[in-house]
């Protein structure tokens, strides 16, 4: 079992800069896959990025790269993922979530735990 927390969320202006944190509680950490996946209003939870569970693999969804950074310290349990040059229509709930094994990361029904999620609003 496995329990996740994200914080970092809030309201910044386009161009501006966010780290989303997720801290993660129970065993085994370190043997999860973590990913990053958003929800805006009115539209699917869509995948954002996603870490292997050394985190010598990274992936993320076109729409944030170049702009969003996914890293892990498993020392501490916590998983984040830095945004930066956010835009409008980064404005999401972000959740991140953990799931074992790399493959179909990006399927958000192929992960088992999921945090609360945490609001980022970013205006124009």
């Known amino acids: 079992q496995v329990q996740l927390v994200e914080s970092g969320g809030g309201l910044v202006q386009a161009g501006g800069s966010l780290r989303l944190s997720c801290a993660a509680s129970?065993?085994?950490?370190?043997?999860?896959?973590m990913g990053w996946f958003r929800q805006a209003p009115g539209k699917e939870r869509e995948f954002v990025a996603a870490i292997s569970w050394k985190g010598g693999r990274t992936y993320s969804a076109d729409s944030v790269k170049g702009r969003f950074t996914i890293s892990r310290d498993n020392a501490k349990n916590t998983v984040y993922l830095q945004m930066n040059s956010l835009k409008p229509e980064d404005t999401a709930v972000y959740y991140c979530?953990?799931?074992?094994?790399?493959?179909?990361?990006?399927?958000?029904?192929?992960?088992?735990?999921w945090g609360p999620g945490t609001q980022v609003t970013v205006s124009s």
């Open positions: 979530a953990a799931r074992p094994g790399i493959s179909g990361y990006s399927d958000y029904g192929t992960y088992d735990y």
């Open positions: 129970g065993r085994s950490f370190s043997s999860y896959t």
